[in-house]
C-alpha cells in the first residue's frame, strides 16, 4: 500500500475521557439524563446528530441542534484540549509510514474546528486533511474517503484504510478499498478485518 487513510478519534487519537465528560457535562446542562461512559463510547463513529438521541432517545428532534452546537464548541476549544492525546504509538507509526514513503490523510466526521484541535492534539501533520463539509455525506458513505483518495490521488488497489468503528468500515467497504479496524470493545460484533494495534499498520507497506 502507498495510501493510508486514517480516521481519528478511537483510531490515532485517544479521546475516550474527552468524550465521556463532554457528554455527561454536555448532558448535565441542558437537564438530561447521565450517560454511562460506556455508552457514550459504544456509539463512537456517529455524528453528533445521531449520537445524542441514540444516548438518550426522549430528547426532544427540535433541541437537537442547540445541543450539537454546544458540543462541537465545548469538544474543540475545551475538552479535546485538556484531555485527548494521541493513541500510544500513532505518532511513531505515522512517522515511519511517512519515512518509507507513504502519503497519509485523516477522514473525519468532525466539522474543520473540532478536527483542527483534534490534530493540534496530536502533534502530527497529516498530507491532507478531510472533514465534514457542506455537499458531503459523513461516514459510512464513502464521501470522505473519495475525498481523500482524491486528494492523494491515490488508487483503490494501493489505498488502505484505518478505523475503529461501523462508520468507517461500511465507508471503507462502499468506497471499494481495504479496511481494517483497530479492535475496540465498541467494534467487537462488527464484520470487518481488525488489528489489535497501530503498529501492524506497517505491515500493510
Known amino acids: 500500500m502507498k495510501y493510508f487513510l486514517f480516521d481519528l478519534d478511537g ?8 468524550l465521556i465528560r463532554l457528554y455527561k457535562d454536555c448532558f448535565a446542562h441542558f437537564g438530561l439524563p447521565e450517560p454511562a461512559g460506556e455508552d457514550v463510547l459504544r456509539y463512537n ?5 445521531d449520537w445524542v438521541p441514540l444516548l438518550e432517545p426522549s430528547v ?9 452546537a454546544w458540543l462541537r464548541n465545548a469538544y474543540a476549544n475545551e475538552y479535546m484540549p485538556k484531555y485527548g492525546k494521541a493513541e500510544p504509538g500513532a505518532v511513531e507509526m505515522l512517522e515511519e509510514l511517512r519515512g518509507r514513503g ?13 478536527a ?5 492534539v496530536m502533534g502530527f501533520k497529516f498530507d491532507e486533511e478531510v472533514c465534514m463539509k457542506e455537499g458531503l455525506t459523513p461516514k459510512p ?4 474517503v473519495f475525498e481523500g483518495m482524491k486528494r492523494l490521488d491515490a488508487k483503490k488497489e494501493e489505498t488502505l484504510f484505518v478505523g475503529d468503528s461501523f462508520a468507517d468500515a461500511g465507508a471503507g467497504k462502499a468506497a471499494g478499498v481495504r479496511t481494517v479496524l483497530v479492535r475496540r470493545f465498541w467494534n467487537a460484533d462488527i464484520d470487518a478485518e481488525k488489528i489489535d494495534s497501530l503498529k501492524e499498520v506497517l505491515k500493510f507497506l
Open 11 to 18: 483510531t490515532v487519537l485517544h479521546s475516550n475521557e474527552a
Open 116 to 120: 483542527t484541535s483534534s490534530l493540534r
Open 102 to 114: 507513504a502519503k497519509l490523510c485523516v477522514v473525519t466526521n468532525q466539522m474543520r474546528t473540532e
Open 60 to 68: 426532544r428532534r427540535e433541541k437537537i441542534p442547540e445541543i450539537v
Open 141 to 144: 458513505a464513502p464521501d470522505l
Open 45 to 49: 463513529g456517529n455524528t453528533a446528530e
